[in-house]
């Protein structure tokens, strides 16, 4: 499968957002990763719809909303308007709520014309997320618990993707996106992309790197 790169915004300088965005493009990323957290399901805030809505103009990437967030149901609809193009929300968040929740939540997405996925922490099965596979048009597993750039990559992770990988395809969806978040570098990129993870998420790896291109080039090699 093809890889593709998603540079997450989180760790972007961002008093010069729209400059950070503008440039992803030029670097060769695939998606820019949209990083939002609500101070509750993790510790820091960093930005709501109206960063999405500002960027929206700026490039021609797909915009990868990963919703850090409880109660994700009540701010899907200000994602979807602003414009994000696919929304990714906790298993964690939906589960304290109701055994329905998370279901529920993708279907709304989905009403939108938005693409839609889970995502699961390190602690959580990816089996917990199977019975909404379907649903689906991408999978989150995180490789570090959400809240903060660059952590390291929790090796558990690489089971965790295999897994995904082998129910989407015994169940037809050879395709799924399988995205893998936190801790990525150049040095691990190559066991989670065997592992059968085709979208990569990189924050420090990218935004810490002295040349953008190169940084991208080397985790897609
Ligand atoms: C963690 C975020 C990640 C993070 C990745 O809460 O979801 O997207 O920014 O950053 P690195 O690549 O630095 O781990
Ligand atoms: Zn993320």
Redesign the pocket.
């Known amino acids: 499968m093809h890889t593709k790169i998603a540079p997450?915004i989180?760790?972007a300088d961002f008093s010069r957002m729209g400059e950070a965005v503008e440039k992803l493009e030029l670097a060769g990323a695939d998606l820019v990763?949209c990083?939002v957290m609500d101070g509750s399901f993790?510790e820091p805030i960093t930005f709501g719809g109206q960063m999405v809505k500002n960027i929206r103009p700026l490039t021609k990437l797909p915009l990868d909303v990963?919703l850090?967030i409880e109660h994700p149901k009540t701010q899907i609809k200000f994602f979807a308007e602003a414009g994000a193009d696919i929304i990714t929300v906790h298993y964690e968040a939906c589960a304290k709520i109701s055994p329905d929740y998370l279901g529920e939540t993708l279907q709304l997405i989905k009403s939108f014309g938005v693409k839609c996925g889970a995502v699961v922490n390190p602690s959580t099965d990816v089996e917990k997320i199977f019975p909404v596979l379907d649903m689906c048009d991408m999978v989150l597993i995180?490789s570090?618990f959400?809240?903060?750039?660059?952590?390291k990559f929790i090796l558990s992770a690489a089971e965790q993707i295999k897994k995904a990988r082998a129910r989407a395809l015994s169940i037809g969806r050879a395709a799924l996106d399988i995205e893998v978040?936190?801790?990525?570098t150049a040095q691990n990129a190559a066991e989670v992309r065997r592992a059968g993870a085709n979208v990569l998420?990189?924050?420090?790896?990218v935004f810490g790197a002295a040349d953008m291109s190169a940084a991208i080039a080397a985790l897609k090699a």
């Open positions: 997450s989180l760790s990763h990083d993790v990963h850090m995180m570090v959400p809240g903060y750039g660059g952590q978040d936190g801790g990525i998420v990189a924050g420090s790896a």
